[in-house]
């Protein structure tokens, strides 16, 4: 049964798409978390059928965003001059659970900042208001359907690395791994410093000309 | 058992009206995705007993719309300055799936652009926030019924090709498909550069007089 | 068992009142749209315990006539000003489906206009947002209750004309049929051209003095 | 067992407070729909732990009102400046129905004109959004609460005549019942030429002095 | 088992707090409503897990107080200036019904005016939006309760005469009961003249200064 | 069974982030309340699956703030300023109950006043709208919890001291147990005089430019 369409890789040449990786009950499996913005007055709309943790989670990464917008290099206008749409397909798998964190926040920061991700990158974990790292579950399955996608980066909480540490060291090979504690540490990890190509110019002053 | 009237083609004279195609446990069907636009403040109204994928699927292509509009050629005050109601009838038969993504995208960008929709075109695909169409469902019985309606272009997802492939050839003869990856794709197949006879003039500036 | 409370036929002497036809699980049944505006900020108000579709039915109903009211007559200001409120008695009685759409078109463009509805006169048919009218069920059911209830004129989907060339034909004595495809012709024949007697005066300017 | 607490009947020396009568699976009872405004932005407040029905009959008597101000004498800035809250006591008894219509309605008009209500009346009937009175049921219980809680005129719908008519003619004695067909034939009736004793000064004009 | 913590009396030093009497299976008890103003734009919060009827209760009182505004002493302008929030400790405690109708408002009252509530008062009591107050159940047990906190002085109904009246004498020693039948009986017994220490200034004008 | 994550001690370094103490069936826990400000119009946001009265309680919380501003030391411009987020990790665990009242307050007043939280500092304890402290349960394994995380001080209620002389008393060695009444006590042992390193700077003038 394949529940979410098991592509590829894929390279990253939009902002705001990002690489999870989800459990479920037939193994794990890759994901794409999408951030896109319009111009608008600063509502947040999440769709992809997210269960409330989810859509909690979302709301979590957003503000420890636009709290620390400054850091990541965001003019805070942008929040209210732009309205934030982030989906997760396919849209009829139902999904939840606070492991897409660091997906979310990560999309939502590329999307803002339109810095490109960085290239066959995937992750997993709960982030906290505060921009703390939690561990989060199914650690093996993900990594074996990031392995499967082509996958070389991955980022996870530095409390996972026990979980690691007990899969065989052969399914490791290639895989260059990533253990963080904070949110900013996946931003440096997973934006790169230049923008996508093509990257949007936002438009801060004015928006309303008449 | 009737489900959707099942209305012969129709030439699409009016901008924001796009055939698309459904699954039902009785067989494909085809169905019609309405977009209009009314002078109002921006809200998006939708109706025909849609559930919530469905719904989704629409704040979905909106989105996309509403980041893409210059490549598009949309004003974007066209979003502030006009309420957006889409319906897809019959209004008693309850609808739901993100099989009518690149429909509703098609739909509602003809509606905003006024531009006229391809004779004899159906299409089904799903639509992510970034623009990429996914494969979807039941494409057998989709083509069957579109052919029954007498259209003579279809779009789908690239991945479908294989749906396609597996359909005797003879049920294939006088269609042709169009195979897509993005939204940019589905929208240069299905609008004309012509706008449709009689095209509304959408006022932008200072709507409100008074 | 009466549902409805079966009222002889009225004239129309009510801008915005507007006979339509139910189909009960007794047999057909004539009932009232009623359509008032009030000064406001173009918020729409339904009542008379509608289910969804019917609500929707409104909706639909309503974005036609705001997407094409300089064509049926209407200052588009008017939505913006006045409040719409549309009523369905008998108040305790569940009431539900499409087929209602056309009534509820009429009754809001004779609120609106301010135009006569045309005397001993009922509908039925599902409307979509492009105008354009479909078939709906309980024909005959709904046509002897017409007919019992003293109207001499009825307004049909053309796709409905088989279930009543199914009728007996003396039931069908003294009544004029009139067959239509799409909402503007519902709308030349059940608006007269003169209005109410004692027809409002809508504040187009200034509304909000202090 | 007593549902209401069984008041006798009180003078009407409140602007806003008018009797209705309810039926019960234990008999007729009156009870007091009262309605206040206070400053505000035209909002309406209903409890009482009121039904969806009987809501929507409190919305169609406030349209109602609304679209017939100047008839009825209320300077229609009212209706923006000032809120309006209307409650059923008892506060713990679920009520529901559309008969309390005409007696909302009544309420509210008393309290936006400041009227005094006729002494020693109660009235039951529904009203739709044009103003049409409907029969309802129970009339012959709510008589005779009535007539036990000291009431002398009542106020039914001419369709409830054959109700009245069914009833033993001794417990009619000393009853003035009024028939109406329209709701301004209720005010009419209900509410007297003058003012209550302390009649509130709305304050019409730059209700915010900052 | 303790349902409501069993404080003993307290003084009432702060504007705001009043002692009311709840019923419960195991006997009765006390609590207390607490009202608290701050800067804001009138918005209403209610807290403590309260039922509907709870929940309407205090929007009567509150629609009282706001109506009768200037006979109270209240500037109107806190009504929008401010923000209402209304708790009824303990917040894991369900509580519902309409018998806190009274405690609310005399609550409210003093937090809008500052004005001290009398000590050792207690107080139990529906009220109605025109300021009637109604009689409720379990006098009995509320009265024990009271006495065993502390309590001196009691507000009843007038209508609840009876109910104290088939108590036994001894147990009413030491108690001052008074007897109410509108709203405005109910705040001259329960709020003294002066202001608590310490009373808040409220700030009427130009609370936005940027 | 591992419900919160057991982290062990952490130092208070962010404004925002305070110690509480969590009854489950296996036992005591400790969890960390998360407040974290952002530019926006005063928008409270709570997260981390809390229940109703988890999230009136934060409602009583901030209310209480509000309406002692001045005494905290907040200028109460921030609270129209920014938004505030509420969230409690973990995402994924359901939570409850009122007994989170002071760290809520504390949390959210340490974000306010970018003031220090006290090192290995836990706390639990309902907190009522005027600052009244109330007892709650599962004090002895809330307490062994915060030992075995390294926890040095401890508030409670007053009313939970008999729940403490009940422990062991070789389990209190080696902590401070401070109780309190109110909550203004609760802030002066919780929060520090100095603010946390790199205090964020609040913009109170002229945040929207535009
Ligand atoms: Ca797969
Ligand atoms: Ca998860
Ligand atoms: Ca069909
Ligand atoms: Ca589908
Ligand atoms: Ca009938
Ligand atoms: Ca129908
Ligand atoms: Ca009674
Ligand atoms: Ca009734
Ligand atoms: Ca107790
Ligand atoms: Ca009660
Ligand atoms: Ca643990
Ligand atoms: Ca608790």
Request: glycine share 10%; charged share 30%.
């Amino acid at each position: 049964p394949e529940i979410f369409d098991n592509e590829e890789y894929q390279e990253h040449d939009y902002a705001g798409v990002v690489t999870g990786l989800a459990w479920t009950q037939f193994g794990g499996e890759i994901l794409f978390i999408e951030s896109s913005l319009s111009k608008g007055k600063g509502k947040l709309t999440l769709s992809g059928k997210l269960g409330d943790v989810m859509k909690e989670s979302a709301m979590a990464a957003l503000s420890y965003i636009r709290a620390n917008a400054e850091e990541i290099g965001i003019d805070y206008r942008l929040f209210d001059k732009y309205d934030l749409h982030v989906h997760v397909p396919a849209g009829a798998v139902p999904k939840d659970g606070p492991s897409a964190g660091i997906t979310m926040l990560t999309s939502m920061a590329s999307a803002f900042t339109q810095r490109k991700v960085r290239d066959k990158l995937a992750m997993t974990g709960e982030i906290t208001l505060r921009g703390k790292v939690l561990p989060v579950g199914g650690i093996k399955e993900k990594l074996l359907a990031a392995k499967r996608a082509g996958i070389t980066d991955l980022i996870f909480c530095y409390k996972n690395r026990k979980d690691i540490e007990e899969i065989n060291q052969r399914y490791l090979k290639g895989l260059n791994i990533h253990y963080v504690d904070r949110a900013d540490e996946v931003l440096q990890i997973a934006l790169m410093p230049q923008k996508v190509k093509g990257a949007r110019q936002f438009e801060l002053e004015d928006v309303k000309k008449d």
